[in-house]
């Protein structure tokens, strides 16, 4: 299994600025994902994040909005540009094994 | 991974069995899981199923998978008041792990 651990688990921020989620896991994994879930609806996938090259982005997310890093095989973070109240959501992170698929607890981000 | 489906809603008795379906359509998925999310918690992996196989069981879960039809089943025996959840199939494939709707099953006691 892998354990991950997702920062800061919430925050509220003013429009127009950007926030930067990091999500640490505790073991080298295959893939990581980011996903975004509004409340009551499922999870979608926004990227890709790729170790040592450019994220893989979903129709509808773009890098610009939603820059992603990857440095090593541990670690992602997600940026969320230029907000607006649009972007409240929750924002998790996803880490692949292999086999499995295991989710931090999420940022639930409220834009004001 | 690409559309996945699910129902949205199923209530059920206390210690009677819950069935929750899904369909996809990626061909290429290679693996199949069931989540579970609990009001106001993160995602927790319940079980999942390899592509190449038809049923697996794990304890009070047990897991159909008709590639054929690309249907995928979860049946929660002897359900329990903290079986109330959403519960969301994913299939991962073409390096993609994407999600069903989910469906919220309600236990009555």
């Known amino acids: 299994s892998a354990v991950i651990s997702q920062k800061p688990s919430r925050d509220i921020c003013q429009r127009g600025t950007s926030l930067t989620i990091q999500c640490q896991v505790d073991?080298?994994?295959?893939?990581m994902f980011w996903y975004r879930q509004q409340p009551g609806q499922s999870l979608t996938l926004i990227a890709t994040a790729n170790q040592g090259s450019e994220a893989t982005y979903e129709s509808g997310f773009v890098i610009d909005k939603f820059p992603i890093s990857r440095p090593n095989l541990t670690f992602s973070t997600l940026t969320v540009s230029n907000m607006s109240p649009e972007d409240s959501s929750i924002y998790l992170c996803?880490?692949?094994?292999?086999?499995?698929?295991?989710f931090g607890q999420g940022t639930r981000l409220t834009v004001v | 991974g690409e559309d996945v489906e699910q129902s949205l809603f199923l209530s059920v008795r206390e210690g009677d069995s819950s069935v929750i379906n899904c369909t996809y359509t990626?061909?290429?998925?290679?693996?199949l899981y069931w989540y579970k999310q609990e009001p106001g918690a993160g995602l927790q992996l319940l079980t999942y199923?390899?592509?190449?196989?038809d049923m697996k069981q794990d304890q009070r879960l047990t897991v159909l998978l008709n590639k054929k039809d690309k249907h995928l089943s979860l049946r929660i025996a002897d359900t329990q008041t903290g079986d109330s959840a959403i519960y969301f199939c994913?299939?991962?494939?073409?390096?993609?792990?994407?999600f069903g709707k989910g469906n919220q099953v309600v236990v009555i006691p």
């Open positions: 073991s080298q994994v295959t893939m």
């Open positions: 990626d061909s290429s998925s290679t693996y």
């Open positions: 199923i390899f592509s190449n196989m």
């Open positions: 994913a299939d991962y494939g073409n390096n993609r792990l994407a």
């Open positions: 996803s880490a692949w094994t292999g086999t499995e698929a295991f």
